[in-house]
Nanobody, 125 residues
């Protein structure tokens, strides 16, 4: 069982930046492929970004490509989502997710077994 603890959400003006962090409870987080999703009110959960260990590859949705960056902090055993150029359309609850590591790049919520509690990001215009 893996518990995911997210932090870093908040309120920011359009054009601003935020960094979200996700710290898996188990120190062997390299066993898990990591992903970020978001859900806005009245909308379905949406893929944002994911990292695949076996391919050493980071994958982004078209809506955030070029603005968001997913990174690992091995010293802190965490995965971070750096969000720049935020827009009101980015307002959502952001979720960190983990899946048992394999060769598949995962962009669907059903591919992830473990989820964080979510952190609110609000972008004002």
């Amino acid at each position: 069982q893996v518990q995911l603890v997210e932090s870093g959400g908040g309120l920011v003006q359009a054009g601003g930046s935020l960094t979200l962090s996700c710290a898996p409870s188990r120190r062997t987080f390299s066993r898990y492929d990591m992903g970020w999703f978001r859900q806005a009110p009245g909308k379905e959960r949406e893929f944002v970004a994911s990292f695949n260990w076996d391919r050493d590859f980071t994958y982004y949705s078209d809506s955030v490509k070029g603005r968001f960056t997913l990174s690992r902090d091995d010293a802190k055993n965490s995965v971070n989502l750096h969000m720049n150029g935020l827009e009101p359309e980015d307002t959502a609850v952001y979720y960190c997710a983990a899946a048992v590591r394999d060769y598949k790049i995962k962009a669907l919520s059903q591919e992830y077994e473990y989820w964080g509690q979510g952190t609110q990001v609000t972008v004002s215009s």
